[in-house]
């Protein structure tokens, strides 16, 4: 199975700061990497996919970046909705597998 | 607008069974894989199962595999797990997620609520 990575785990943060989440896969997945926001208590949203396609309806505020093993998630400016925890996850080879998220705070 | 609403979870003893059900609107069913991921409490997110759109083709977790049987009937726009002898670890919040294709190798582009279901003695 791929492993994925994230870092931080956890991150406080100032309104209206640039903030970057990084996550690595155990071997190289190409750009078959997605992004997902989890708010507490809901269901994950699709963020970014194929590493740094932003989906429908997301923020321009959010980017993402990579490709082989390394990738990012940038927020330029955050922004209190954006309290959530944040997943990348692999579609390369089965099985699917997820990092094991990152906890957005406010500062 | 794209809807899915999974139900059937609940609170069961180990070594039980339970089927869950996700209703799928807003979107052409049969044209779209469809996959289960499940959320312990306070942790990550796990893969569990997926179906192809036709419903040949399925997919499965090593730590379901032989237990858990997924399905789909394209006329009802439902997809199910079937879940047998469960266990203490399969707690957890279970959600029904759309696929952006009819191949396995897509994206989760839309996630239902997720449904509960608790597995203790």
């Known amino acids: 199975d791929i492993q994925m990575t994230q870092s931080p785990s956890s991150l406080s943060a100032s309104i209206g700061d640039r903030v970057t989440i990084t996550c690595q896969a155990s071997q190289g997945i190409g750009k078959y990497l997605n992004w997902y926001q989890q708010k507490p208590g809901k269901a994950p949203k699709l963020l970014i996919y194929?590493?740094?396609n932003l989906q429908t309806g997301v923020p321009s505020r959010f980017s993402g970046s990579g490709s082989g093993t390394d990738f990012t998630v940038t927020i330029t400016s955050l922004q209190p909705e954006d309290i959530a925890t944040y997943y990348c996850q692999q579609y390369n080879n089965l099985p699917f597998t997820f990092g094991p998220g990152t906890k957005v705070h406010i500062k | 607008e794209m809807q899915l609403v999974e139900s059937g979870g609940g609170l069961l003893q180990p070594g039980g069974s339970l089927r869950l059900s996700c209703v799928a609107s807003?979107?052409?069913?049969?044209?779209?894989?469809m996959s289960w991921v499940r959320q312990a409490p306070g942790k990550g997110l796990e893969w569990v199962s997926g179906i192809g759109g036709s419903g040949g083709d399925t997919y499965y977790a090593d730590s379901v595999k032989g237990r858990f049987t997924i399905s789909r009937d394209n006329a009802k726009n439902t997809v199910y797990l079937q879940m047998n002898s469960l266990r203490a670890e399969d707690t957890a919040v279970y959600y029904c997620?759309?696929?952006?294709?009819?191949?396995?190798?897509?994206?989760?582009?839309?996630w239902g609520q997720g449904t509960l279901v608790t597995v203790s003695s």
């Open positions: 807003g979107f052409t069913f049969n044209v779209y894989a």
């Open positions: 194929d590493a740094s």
């Open positions: 997620a759309k696929m952006s294709g009819s191949a396995w190798k897509n994206i989760f582009n839309y």
